[in-house]
């Protein structure tokens, strides 16, 4: 079938993202099963008798214990450790590229809505699924994670009372929580391998998008990305220290250890803990904590359902602006509800192929006329969709934001400030600063959306400066097809 012979032609390098993801998987998986023949996710308590002298002598759990013995006595393990904690953090990396890639480029719109929602649950899977993975060493640093779960899971009304004994049993730390942390990891990784296998059917069946000047597609990217991102993975396990648990020392109820930071991607969930006000609400004898509520379930949670919900809005506000331009608004001033003019994409699909042109006014080639591209496979350039690319700059805004806010008090002491004031400059920054990227943003593609049309109509500069019968002197513009047959004249491999 068609769709299946293009299903791995890559014509532009952010589509490879994807396949960044996959690899990063698959080391994860491959790293997994191997760590799993050492490891054991007992909390019984034991005495360290390993080879790492300054350990040695103390109890310990069996999870720690094993967790020693596979990075410092089993040959190489320290380095599929590594390798695997480093593929979580390139996996979940990918992922966030690769959303933000389909949110620009408008690939989340049918028929592609399915790969859009599997992508957003990878996200969510793989926070939780590092998470449940960073709790397993039961370390002095997983330890302190595992205070953070328990205040944001009491946090929770009606059920997390349920959830704290499910997690913790009769009381913290217990002596289930390591082994129910592994049961889930193992199951989050299942989940993600299935969804996983589900988009690459979805791609096998409807094909890549592709812009509509883009370059020919390319059948040996995926092998050529796969030795890449496991190569890369094995430098980065190899020179690049993680996860030092000998260094942190065994999990204990009541200490914590000193400077501890989440993985990348929690980062936000931090710093939203750091700013947030200390409220509360008390409804009748129960207390809810605003404080910890908030940060780290309402903000998550409205975060992942604006983006699993944003295909069904964005097409409810198109078909809506449609019937209000259907009823009487001038076609020559008609816009849809991304503030992206209807010529720019739907118009120039409606012409027949022999006459379709991009937004430069170039016509496409030959090879692509060949090929009849179907509409649902064209992309958005960003600089199209004013609105859509705004709220994306807007989002990424936020949470640079709260990510900048979990270093609060580096901040405060690299500046000279009061770690209260940094505080307060991130409360009003998280609310300002969005709004501010927004509009930028949408000023900035408006203005490339003004230079397009400039150029269709006069020209491509040609850096030929000509002097006029008067004196002046003008610098020779040309069309822009000819400029373009004139740079292939020049370069013959393009």
């Not at 400039?454 to 500069?461: L, N």
């Not at 000819?482 to 370069?491: A, G, M, P």
Request: with cysteine.
């Amino acid at each position: 079938m068609p769709a299946v012979r293009r299903s791995f032609q890559f014509s532009h390098w952010s589509f490879m993202f994807a396949e960044i993801a996959v690899w990063s998987f698959v080391v994860l998986l491959v790293t997994g099963a191997m760590l799993m023949l050492f490891y054991d996710p007992g909390m019984s308590q034991v005495t360290y008798d390993g080879s790492y002298g300054p350990l040695r002598g103390l109890l310990v759990s069996q999870a720690f214990d094993s967790t020693m013995h596979l990075s410092l006595e089993v040959r190489g393990g320290l380095l599929i450790r590594q390798m695997h904690h480093w593929a979580a953090l390139v996996f979940v990396a990918a992922v966030v590229l690769q959303l933000l890639r389909m949110f620009l480029t408008g690939v989340f719109r049918r028929p592609r809505v399915r790969q859009w929602l599997i992508w957003v649950a990878l996200l969510a899977l793989g926070m939780f699924a590092g998470e449940t993975g960073n709790a397993l060493p039961d370390d002095m640093l997983s330890g302190g994670s595992l205070w953070l779960i328990m205040s944001v899971v009491q946090s929770i009304p009606v059920v997390g009372t349920w959830v704290m004994s499910l997690l913790f049993g009769s009381g913290f730390p217990g002596d289930t929580v390591i082994p129910v942390m592994y049961g889930g990891h193992l199951l989050l990784a299942a989940v993600m391998g299935v969804l996983l296998i589900a988009r690459e059917l979805l791609v096998r069946r409807h094909g890549h998008s592709r812009f509509v000047a883009s370059l020919p597609a390319r059948r040996s990217a995926r092998p050529l990305m796969a030795v890449a991102t496991i190569g890369m993975l094995i430098i980065l396990g190899f020179g690049f220290q993680i996860a030092p648990i000998w260094l942190y020392g065994p999990a204990r109820p009541t200490q914590i250890s000193a400077g501890s930071v989440p993985d990348w991607y929690m980062g936000f969930l931090d710093g939203a803990l750091r700013i947030m006000p200390g409220w509360e609400l008390t409804l009748g004898n129960y207390t809810l904590s605003l404080a910890v509520l908030v940060p780290t379930v309402v903000v998550p949670g409205v975060f992942f359902t604006a983006l699993a919900a944003y295909p069904l809005a964005e097409r409810f506000l198109l078909a809506r602006r449609g019937r209000r331009d259907a009823l009487g608004r001038p076609g020559s001033a008609r816009r849809d509800a991304l503030g992206r003019p209807a010529s720019t994409r739907r118009d120039a699909l409606s012409k027949p192929e022999s006459r379709r042109r991009d937004a430069l006014g170039r016509p496409g080639s030959t090879s692509r006329v060949a090929r009849g591209t179907p509409a649902r496979d064209l992309l958005d350039r960003p600089r199209d969709t004013p609105v859509k690319t705004a709220i994306a700059a807007a989002g990424i805004t936020f949470y640079g934001l709260l990510w900048a806010a979990a270093a609060n008090d580096q901040f405060a002491h690299q500046f000279q400030l009061t770690v209260n004031a940094v505080t307060i400059f991130f409360r009003y920054a998280v609310v300002i600063g969005p709004v501010v990227a927004f509009v930028v943003t949408r000023w900035i593609c408006l203005a490339l959306q003004h230079s397009d049309r400039d150029v269709a109509e006069h020209g491509m500069e040609t850096g030929i400066i000509t002097r006029s019968p008067d004196g002046g002197f003008h610098e020779r513009m040309a069309p822009v097809r000819q400029e373009r047959d004139r740079h292939r004249e020049l370069s013959p491999s393009a």
